[in-house]
């Protein structure tokens, strides 16, 4: 069974903070995709990264990187310098490689970002 | 932002009647979802197709019906809404390239209450 684990419900943290959302998944494919979305207060769901399972380059963009591990079946999501702006819902999503394309969600991470 | 709408953006309607939701693409992607968000569940997915008058269920496809006539337009149809379809609903795209699947995209959703 393919499965996405969002251990934490909720984060706080204070502007300026570094901040982890953890993330761990479960499939028996070889091939498979890993996003993550964030989902601000307005509601909508804006696609943030996809990785494929046979890149485990380390992603940075900005604020924010990836962190891709296979051997823990992780793939953890750190802000940098956190903004009031970063408080959002944050959903991790495992997508496998069996031709019909569909993305199995984690409960998502609530991150809230105070002054 | 990928062209996707979804109409209405919100509806209350009573038990036992039935209801339709819209989405619409302007991007031409083969590939169309239907997911409910509900809190503590993140995104599941209701439905999806891989072209016109192609599809199939996703995990919580019970009491939904779905339909594409064309590759723009994806309805769902509660055929007889119950308190339980209480929910927001997000509709998706995507395309495949070189059998790679690409990201999904959202549209803004739409908010149904169910009395």
Not at chain 1, 52 to 68: H, T
Not at chain 2, 39 to 52: A, D, E, F, K, N
Not at chain 2, 76 to 101: G, K, N, R
Request: glycine share 6%.
């Amino acid at each position: 069974a393919q499965k996405v684990t969002q251990a934490q419900t909720e984060i706080s943290v204070v502007e300026k903070e570094d901040v982890t959302l953890d993330c761990v998944y479960e499939t028996r494919d070889t091939t498979y995709y890993l996003f993550w979305y964030k989902q601000p207060p307005s509601g909508e769901l804006v696609f943030l990264i996809r990785r494929n399972s046979f890149d485990e380059q380390n992603e940075i963009s900005g604020r924010y990187s990836w962190n891709f591990q296979k051997s823990t079946s992780s793939f953890n999501f750190t802000i940098t310098a956190s903004q009031v702006v970063d408080s959002a819902v944050y959903f991790c999503a495992l997508l496998m490689n069996t031709g019909f394309q569909k993305l199995v969600f984690g409960t998502g991470t609530r991150l809230l970002v105070s002054p | 932002d990928a062209g996707i709408t979804q109409s209405p953006r919100h509806k209350v309607t009573e038990t036992g009647t039935p209801v339709t939701l819209r989405c619409h693409q302007t991007e031409n992607h083969r590939y169309m979802y239907w997911y409910r968000q509900d809190p503590g569940h993140g995104l599941r997915l209701i439905h999806y197709s891989y072209g016109v008058k192609d599809t199939d269920k996703g995990e919580v496809s019970d009491g939904y019906s779905v339909s594409r006539s064309k590759t723009e337009d994806f309805l769902l149809t509660l055929e007889s809404a119950t308190s339980s379809q209480t929910s927001v609903y997000f509709c998706a795209i995507s395309e495949s390239f070189d059998l790679v699947p690409g990201e999904q995209y959202f549209g803004p959703g739409t908010r149904l209450t169910v009395t």
